[in-house]
């Protein structure tokens, strides 16, 4: 099962996913994300504004468009495009929208339009709920017309959460920004017209946020190994206050050299090996499985060289980032795969390998200069 997002999918991945599954004797399935410009969500600090939310609409329409192979998407900087001609609708499980929503935006968003307490629509609705969650409601249904009207097809549907914005308290929680407010998937209704299902769906890590680590009743939940087990502790939490599927939509640690975030079980992000970090991405899936989670998405497929992280962010050139891996981001780190040059130097601190390599050399000045 794969989790793709529009952002960053290439036609030619399309292409393949859909000729593989033509001769395929199991199909691959996958899930498709719909991003938000995190941009403007950052310089407005609503969801209403119009330029978040058209500009959302606009997304959700293209990945539609794309899915059923009938999208011409111009290309921009960090952004997929080009035709889309092969329709994978069948092998598609799911739409789920949005990001990890930044608490402060929900905050702001929710006191902008505190007369936003409803919404009704053919296919969600909300009552007694956040303009935020409100918002939301609106561009499920969104979606789902537009798929409905256009394609005569529905899709299951969700929205992206995770463990900041999630329904549950957190007294041990020692940063105020991380339990500051909820995010409900509950208060968004299906409608009789929405045939397809409506699932919650979370990121949840293993050693973030910092409660995990000190929050008593979890480090002491005793899993099905009979281990005590903060991870399986949570989701059990996590899955009781549902009444609806919960996918946990992302979860994994990297094998990076660098590491940002710890787990009192080790379960860290960063500093492991690949081979524990196949140890232990097995081991959360299990943990999802026992705990009655409706599903798990490992993050990620391949390691990515573009991405940053606070630890490294300040000492390296962005422009120049997505050309070498950097051992000390974790967030480059996160792949099953590797995505290594051929190359006969290893950043290892030995210098042998350089003997009789001028061209590497050379290339080595270069870069730093």
């Not at 990001?99 to 505190?114: A, F, G, L, M, R």
């Not at 994994?252 to 379960?267: D, K, L, Y």
Request: net charge negative; charged share 25%; glycine share 6%.
């Amino acid at each position: 099962m794969l989790f793709v997002s529009i952002q960053f999918i290439h036609q030619a991945f399309m292409k393949l996913f859909y000729e593989c599954n033509k001769i395929a004797k199991k199909p691959l399935y996958l899930f498709h994300g719909v991003w938000v410009n995190e941009d403007q969500l950052k310089a407005k600090q609503d969801v209403y504004a119009p330029e978040v939310t058209e500009s959302f609409k606009k997304e959700i329409k293209h990945v539609v468009d794309i899915v059923h192979g009938q999208a011409n998407i111009p290309k921009l900087p960090g952004h997929a495009g080009g035709e889309y001609k092969n329709d994978i609708s069948p092998y598609v499980l799911g739409f789920i929208l949005g990001v990890e929503w930044d608490p402060e935006v929900v905050v702001s968003t929710n006191e902008k339009h505190q007369s936003k307490n409803r919404f009704d629509g053919q296919y969600f609705s909300s009552s007694n709920a956040s303009p935020f969650e409100n918002w939301l409601a609106s561009m499920l249904n969104y979606a789902t017309d537009y798929e409905t009207k256009t394609y005569q097809w529905q899709h299951a549907m969700s929205h992206v959460n995770w463990v900041t914005t999630d329904t549950l308290k957190h007294p041990a929680e020692p940063s105020e920004k991380e339990d500051k407010v909820s995010v409900d998937p509950n208060s968004l209704k299906p409608q009789n017209a929405f045939k397809s299902g409506y699932f919650a769906s979370y990121h949840v890590y293993p050693y973030y946020p910092d409660f995990l680590n000190y929050e008593k009743k979890y480090l002491e939940y005793v899993d099905h190994r009979g281990k005590k087990n903060n991870y399986a502790g949570y989701l059990h939490d996590l899955r009781k206050v549902h009444d609806m599927p919960v996918v946990v939509a992302e979860f994994g640690v990297p094998s990076s050299r660098g590491i940002t975030h710890e787990n009192a079980f080790g379960w860290n992000q960063g500093h492991h090996s690949e081979k524990d970090q196949g140890k232990y991405n097995t081991r959360l899936f299990e943990d999802i499985v026992e705990e009655q989670m409706a599903g798990g998405m490992v993050f990620t497929w391949q390691d990515e060289w573009f991405k940053r992280t606070w630890n490294t962010m300040d000492f390296d050139n962005p422009d120049r980032r997505p050309y070498w891996s950097n051992a000390q981001t974790n967030e480059q780190q996160f792949g099953l795969l590797s995505f290594d040059p051929e190359s006969p130097i290893r950043v290892d601190g030995e210098v042998e390998d350089w003997v009789d390599l001028a061209p590497y050399q050379k290339a080595a000045l270069k870069a730093m200069i």
